[in-house]
């Protein structure tokens, strides 16, 4: 037994406090996380931006499905020791692996055989993101990336670059608006 959902919950509530918080992630993005690591049978997932752990926890009861392990950074300490604090709690520390770092100078920490990413950081930093990230992927891997609808006026540079880089990919408007990347097999 875990406390994944219960904890899960509070995190959600406690997020809510936008001055404290940056957003957490929406409903239908929560369900498509879980059904692509599912349907991947994903079992190393990198995340960067962990926050407070609401988004992990997602991912952490997708991974019981597939014996999986989560490797998730953040940068800010404080919310580092929240996401430590949450993850004791909901009972699933041997799952993840959190580490306090920036990406992508701390990308190098992450092992390589990535099955699935998780890009819910400083949007600017996406490319970086990306370019820090792909030789860690295994073949057939996908990337989700966050707020590309709400957060166009920055993610547009990201979106030219995939198109010169002939990268496949598809937008999906549904909570923030998000990038599904292709890594071919
Ligand atoms: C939108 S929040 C993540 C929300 C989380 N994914 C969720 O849904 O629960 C973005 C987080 O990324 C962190 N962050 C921003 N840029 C970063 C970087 N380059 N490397 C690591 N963490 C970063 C911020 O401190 C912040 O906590």
Same mark, same amino acid.
Not at 102 to 122: R, S
Not at 169 to 182: E, V
């Given at each position: 037994?875990?406390?994944?959902?219960?904890?899960?919950?509070?995190?959600?509530?406690?997020?809510?406090?936008?001055?404290?918080?940056?957003?957490?992630?929406?409903?239908?993005?929560?369900?498509?996380?879980?059904?692509?690591?599912?349907?991947?049978?994903?079992?190393?997932?990198?995340?960067?931006?962990?926050?407070?752990?609401?988004?992990?926890?997602?991912?952490?009861?997708?991974?019981?499905?597939?014996?999986?392990?989560?490797?998730?950074i953040?940068?800010?300490?404080?919310?580092?020791?929240?996401?430590?604090?949450?993850?004791?709690?909901?009972?699933?520390?041997?799952?993840?692996?959190?580490v306090?770092g920036?990406?992508?100078?701390d990308l190098p920490a992450i092992?390589?055989?990535?099955?699935?990413?998780?890009?819910?950081?400083?949007?600017?930093?996406?490319?970086?993101?990306?370019?820090?990230?792909? %030789?860690?992927?295994?073949?057939?891997?996908? +990337?989700?990336? *966050?707020?590309?609808?709400?957060? #166009? /006026? &920055?993610?547009?540079?990201?979106?030219?670059?995939?198109? %010169?880089?002939?990268?496949?990919?598809?937008? +999906?408007?549904? *909570?923030?608006?998000?990038?599904? #990347? /292709? &890594?071919?097999?």
């Amino acid at each position: 037994m875990n406390r994944i959902k219960e904890v899960r919950d509070q995190v959600y509530k406690m997020s809510q406090d936008k001055e404290k918080w940056q957003n957490p992630i929406g409903q239908e993005t929560a369900k498509l996380l879980c059904n692509l690591i599912n349907e991947l049978n994903a079992k190393k997932v990198l995340e960067i931006g962990t926050s407070a752990g609401y988004s992990g926890l997602w991912i952490i009861e997708a991974l019981l499905k597939t014996d999986g392990h989560l490797f998730t950074i953040e940068s800010n300490k404080e919310r580092y020791a929240t996401n430590t604090k949450n993850f004791e709690k909901a009972e699933v520390t041997h799952m993840v692996t959190n580490v306090l770092g920036h990406a992508p100078e701390d990308l190098p920490a992450i092992p390589k055989g990535i099955d699935f990413a998780f890009f819910d950081a400083t949007k600017r930093e996406t490319i970086s993101f990306l370019e820090g990230t792909w %030789e860690k992927l295994n073949p057939g891997a996908k +990337i989700l990336v *966050d707020n590309v609808d709400s957060h #166009i /006026d &920055k993610m547009q540079e990201f979106i030219d670059y995939l198109d %010169e880089h002939n990268y496949q990919y598809k937008r +999906i408007h549904i *909570d923030a608006g998000l990038i599904l #990347i /292709d &890594k071919p097999s």
